[in-house]
């Protein structure tokens, strides 16, 4: 059974910066057709993708709203996927979820349909003190 666990969360204050990790297990990986995410959400508001790693080519694509100020990452051992936030400002506070999809990137990019990822972790809380 494929298993996401992220951690790293907690409270920071504006300017600061946490890195997120992911805990991956029970996946199977093929080149070209692995997509690995990372999203948020508010309450009230809908799920949306920040940064996503395309397994393989290790291609990235942010979300405007992060671009330049967070950076994925995928460990060698395909095990783990971290997440890197810089510069952070209170519009980054969200609960933030990983997740795993097995589908081919159209154009080589990872979108952030939510309904391409079957696999979700718990999710874990940042919150971003002005």
């Known amino acids: 059974q494929v298993r996401l666990v992220e951690s790293g969360g907690g409270s920071v204050q504006a300017g600061g910066s946490l890195r997120l990790s992911c805990a991956i297990s029970s996946y199977t990986y093929t080149w070209g057709r692995n997509c690995l995410g990372w999203f948020r959400q508010v309450p009230g508001k809908e799920r949306e993708g920040v940064a996503s790693i395309a397994y393989g080519t290790g291609y990235a694509y942010y979300a405007d709203s992060v671009k330049g100020r967070f950076t994925i990452s995928q460990a060698n051992s395909k095990n783990t996927v971290d997440l890197q936030m810089d510069s952070l400002s209170s519009e980054d506070t969200a609960m933030y979820y990983c997740?795993?999809?097995?589908?081919?990137?159209?154009?080589?990019?990872?979108?952030?349909?939510?309904?391409?990822?079957?696999?979700w972790g718990q999710g874990t809380q940042v919150t971003v003190s002005p």
């Open positions: 997740a795993a999809g097995q589908f081919i990137p159209i154009g080589g990019v990872c979108g952030f349909r939510t309904g391409e990822y079957p696999y």
